[in-house]
């Protein structure tokens, strides 16, 4: 929380304040102040016409699931599991039906994160490495079959989502075994600054920007991202600057 918190709120006050200058949606009053720093904005007041574009999601959502994390630590295996598939149905039953679907972008990181949660037990060697790699090649077909069926069947994003989440463990250790050698120092620079880079994407003004002034939507999306992982390097040194004086 001491780099998640420091770096939610450096950024989304300078996206407070870009939206002000461009005269976009944004709080007007110290209670919309108070609920757009806090995250209570993205629970409570989504169904606002002005409330999805300026209450971000992805850190109240994530702090949401750090509540619940103790809870899902007590269970056992089978119990998440168990858990686990169920998130998994009632999360595609939600967005197919679009039941709250401005909260979609929330609930269907759920089943996700319960994810997260079983691997995470299992690698701590509450398993035998075995049933770690058993657990992974079956999650990883699995979410690779619900991927392409869901394309298929148009059943809706959420069920993509997930599939695609579930694929990805396996695919990208499977990567990074033959990267690691050649870009290992690239990948590990990145992965420092993924918070960062996760809160600014979220944000689409600097791509918006740049297709302006270039045209072309592929070297735009080349240049963003580099200049998306420099603002993202100076907002990591500035916050954590600023923590260690606060310190």
């Known amino acids: 929380l001491k780099r998640i918190i420091p770096t939610w709120w450096f950024i989304i006050t300078i996206m ?13 009053s110290l209670f919309q102040i108070f609920t757009y720093y806090s995250g209570l904005g993205w629970w409570f007041f989504h169904n606002e016409p002005f409330g999805i574009y300026y209450y971000e999601w992805y850190i109240p959502t994530l702090l949401t ?3 619940f994390a103790p809870f899902l630590f007590r269970l056992n295996i089978k119990k998440l599991y168990l858990l686990l598939i169920a998130s998994v149905f009632c999360t595609i039953y939600l967005d197919y039906y679009s039941i709250e679907p401005r909260l979609s972008l929330s609930y269907q990181r759920i089943p996700v994160f319960i994810y997260g949660v079983i691997l995470y037990k299992m690698y701590t060697c509450e398993v035998c ?26 059943i809706g994003g959420c069920a993509v989502i997930i599939g695609f989440m579930f ?12 990267l690691y050698g050649k870009l290992g120092k690239v990948l590990s620079f990145i992965g420092t600054l993924t918070l ?4 600014l994407h979220i944000y689409n003004l600097p791509l918006v920007a740049v297709m302006r002034c270039v045209g072309n939507r592929n070297i735009s999306i080349i240049i963003t991202t580099i200049l ?17 004086k606060l310190n």
């Open 228 to 244: 998306l992982i420099v603002v993202s390097y100076v907002v990591s040194i500035v916050v954590n600057k600023a923590v260690e």
């Open 167 to 178: 694929a990805m463990p396996l695919f990208l250790s499977l990567c990074y075994k033959l």
């Open 129 to 154: 490495n075995k049933t770690l790699k058993s657990f992974l090649c079956l999650s990883s077909f699995a979410g690779a079959i619900l991927f392409f069926v869901a394309l298929i069947c148009g």
């Open 65 to 67: 699931f750090y509540f």
């Open 16 to 28: 407070l304040v870009i939206n002000i200058i461009l005269q976009r949606d944004h709080p007007h």
């Open 196 to 199: 960062e880079l996760y809160l």
